[in-house]
């Protein structure tokens, strides 16, 4: 399976350096390192934020309560200045609408915003720093190509109930849709539109989540409707269907890497061409975005509501939808020790975990049969700081159609923005590489 495979990759890779602890179904996070990570890493400050999994945290109060819903266009013109980086974000709403995690770019040629996947690497993700509960949201986009690319736009909660449109770089003319619940795997669920050429043109995509459906809609034509009932499980009385709040996430990842499982290799077309052109001339593989649209229709019955402002599990009962309220509550961590119990806190812990991330999340499943696989959101980050100088030779020198890009590249996981020039291209290319390398010595 994908997820644990990349899971106790990432495990090995920070084992190097200390004993990292775990947190799973069994197993909740200890109360000095309280909340649970999407990769299944207890630890504290952005690790309580973002993806922090209240079902196997230390307690229902350790994963801070969620920002609430707010209608919003973003267009993503010049827009890296406005980014911030997900492992250094500590929840201030006010200072960012979307985090990112490896590498953004602004393409003014084009109005959008690339995001990119060089050579080796485990590509980019865009996070919402606010959450939806039910409503709409559309983006404009243009994929990636190729066979083993996949390009993602998401919605995910933190008890991983999902929602997808995937893009799997083999059939540039297919746009796949899917839904899971509470992170269960099964592969029957996905869905294909026809969608012409996704990677030369820009297309409309719109996820309309309410309580009883979701409609998937390409350029305002609605391909796949899930009805609620749809998803009743009679055997265990469930509603599987998706109902938690979620963040908006879209992503450019390597489903065809050479350390995937062969369902995922299989489903993403294959291996990734590494030498491909791309990498060459503008040097990485890039999806392109253009603007968001984000209208909110939180539920209004059914739930407790004592205030305006986050969405926040006030019962271990299920994780459901009637689990939640909407309650007025600090959101921010002050530090990276800070914990939902103790946001300000000034006590050193005991973990350079704290001192980090959570590597956002990793894909909760991944495909065993060949068939649809969720995001794959490895962040890395855990333990290396500094950056390595990556050097493509021909970018921006291009008279074709790909990108070259001009102004802003930024460095992985420092949040701080760098100018490139043409022929120097500064990544952190250096734990993605070698995440990679030993994702491919456990194979
Ligand atoms: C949960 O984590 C504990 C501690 O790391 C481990 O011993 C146990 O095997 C894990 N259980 C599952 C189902 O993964
Ligand atoms: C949050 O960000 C806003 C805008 O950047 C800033 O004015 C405010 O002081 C920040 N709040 C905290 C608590 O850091
Ligand atoms: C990518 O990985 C291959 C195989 O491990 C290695 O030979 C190559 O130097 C790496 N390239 C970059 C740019 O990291
Ligand atoms: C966002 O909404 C505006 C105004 O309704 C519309 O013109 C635009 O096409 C929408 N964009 C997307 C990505 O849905
Ligand atoms: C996508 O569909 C168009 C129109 O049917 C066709 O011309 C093109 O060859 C297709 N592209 C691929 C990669 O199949
Ligand atoms: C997967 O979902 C399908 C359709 O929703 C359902 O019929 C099937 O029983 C599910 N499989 C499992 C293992 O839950
Ligand atoms: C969707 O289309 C892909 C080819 O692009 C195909 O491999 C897959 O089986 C289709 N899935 C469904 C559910 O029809
Ligand atoms: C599910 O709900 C839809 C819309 O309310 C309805 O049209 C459909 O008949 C229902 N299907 C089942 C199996 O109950
Ligand atoms: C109901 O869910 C169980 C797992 O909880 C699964 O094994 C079973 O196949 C599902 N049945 C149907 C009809 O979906
Ligand atoms: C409602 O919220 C306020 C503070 O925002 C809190 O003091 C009060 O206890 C809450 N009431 C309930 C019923 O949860
Ligand atoms: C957080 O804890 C670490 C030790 O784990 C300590 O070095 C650091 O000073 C603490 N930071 C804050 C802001 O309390
Ligand atoms: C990054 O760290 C490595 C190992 O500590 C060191 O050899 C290298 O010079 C550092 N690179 C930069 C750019 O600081």
Redesign the pocket.
């Known amino acids: 399976m994908k997820t644990y495979f990349l899971v106790s990759a990432l495990l090995a890779l920070v084992s190097f350096v200390r004993a990292e602890i775990y947190c799973n179904e069994t197993q909740a996070c200890p109360e000095e390192l309280p909340c649970c990570s999407l990769t299944g890493i207890c630890g504290s400050g952005t690790f309580c934020l973002g993806s922090c999994n209240p079902k196997y945290s230390f307690g229902l109060d350790s994963c801070l309560p969620v920002p609430i819903c707010k209608d919003m266009t973003t267009d993503f013109k010049s827009y890296t200045s406005k980014l911030l980086n997900t492992y250094t974000y500590l929840g201030n709403v006010s200072s960012a609408d979307w985090t990112y995690s490896g590498y953004a770019m602004d393409y003014d040629d084009d109005g959008s915003l690339i995001l990119a996947m060089p050579k080796n690497t485990t590509g980019s993700v865009l996070s919402s720093t606010r959450y939806m509960w039910y409503g709409k949201v559309s983006a404009r986009l243009k994929t990636s190509h190729l066979a083993g690319v996949i390009t993602s736009f998401i919605l995910y909660s933190q008890v991983q109930d999902e929602i997808d449109f995937e893009w799997v770089g083999a059939d540039i003319n297919m746009t796949q849709t899917n839904f899971y619940w509470q992170g269960e795997l099964n592969y029957t669920n996905s869905g294909n539109i026809s969608t012409l050429d996704t990677y030369d043109n820009y297309h409309t995509y719109e996820m309309d989540w309410q309580e009883d459906y979701v409609k998937w809609s390409v350029d305002g034509v609605v391909g796949r409707v899930l009805y609620k009932n749809q998803t009743y499980n009679a055997t265990s009385g469930e509603y599987k269907f998706p109902q938690t709040p979620s963040r908006i996430q879209l992503s450019i990842w390597p489903g065809g890497a050479a350390s995937s499982p062969e369902g995922t290799r299989a489903w993403a077309g294959g291996l990734i061409n590494w030498d491909a052109p791309d990498l060459e001339d503008p040097g990485y593989y890039y999806m392109s975005l253009q603007q968001i649209n984000i209208t909110c229709n939180d539920p209004t019955e059914g739930i407790v509501r004592n205030g305006t402002q986050a969405y926040k599990y006030l019962s271990t009962d299920s994780f459901y939808h009637k689990d939640i309220g909407i309650v007025d509550a600090n959101v921010l961590v002050?530090?990276?020790?800070g914990t939902g119990e103790d946001p300000q806190?000034?006590?050193?812990?005991?973990?350079?975990s704290?001192?980090s991330s959570s590597s956002s999340s990793s894909s909760s499943k991944g495909s065993a049969s060949g068939s649809g696989s969720s995001t794959q959101l490895m962040g890395s980050s855990v333990i290396f700081n500094n950056s390595t100088t990556f050097t493509t030779e021909s970018r921006s020198q291009s008279s074709t159609s790909i990108p070259a890009v001009q102004s802003t590249a930024f460095i992985q996981n420092t949040g701080s923005p760098v100018s490139s020039d043409n022929n120097a291209f500064k990544l952190q290319a250096g734990l993605s590489s070698i995440l990679i390398c030993i994702l491919g010595y456990l194979l």
């Open positions: 002050g530090n990276f020790n806190t000034s006590t050193t812990r005991s973990s350079t704290s001192s």
